[in-house]
Nanobody, 128 residues
């Protein structure tokens, strides 16, 4: 059974940090790219960051570049999103998703339709 389980969300003040985790199971981790999306109330789901299963490439949305860092531990089949200098506009439910694409340059990582599996989401709230 394929599972993606996010954790690490919470309430933090502006300027603070959080680290999200996405634990994967049930598929060959190296053959997939893992992305982080977020969705705020009344807004569309937004691609935040992506990393290839081999750890060879990463992408970031302009809104988080320089503040967020994505990384993976392939042995643990876990992807992390380190979020620093958080802003109130980062408040959203954060989801991880897996696409059966080992090369993140081969598809549009911001398109939710490209992903085969999704986690249940974890709430991140940044207070001003």
């Amino acid at each position: 059974e394929v599972q993606l389980v996010e954790s690490g969300g919470g309430l933090v003040q502006a300027g603070g940090s959080l680290r999200l985790s996405c634990a994967a199971s049930g598929f060959t981790f190296d053959d997939y790219s893992i992305a982080w999306f977020r969705q705020a109330p009344g807004k569309e789901r937004e691609g935040v960051s992506c990393i290839s299963g081999s750890g060879g490439g990463t992408y970031y949305a302009n809104s988080v570049k320089g503040r967020f860092t994505v990384s993976s531990d392939n042995a643990e089949k876990t992807v992390y999103l380190q979020m620093n200098s958080l802003k109130p506009e980062d408040t959203a439910v954060y989801y991880c998703a897996a696409a059966e694409e080992s090369d993140i340059d081969s598809y549009d990582y911001t398109d939710p339709n490209e992903y085969d599996y999704w986690g249940q989401g974890t709430q991140v709230t940044v207070s001003s």
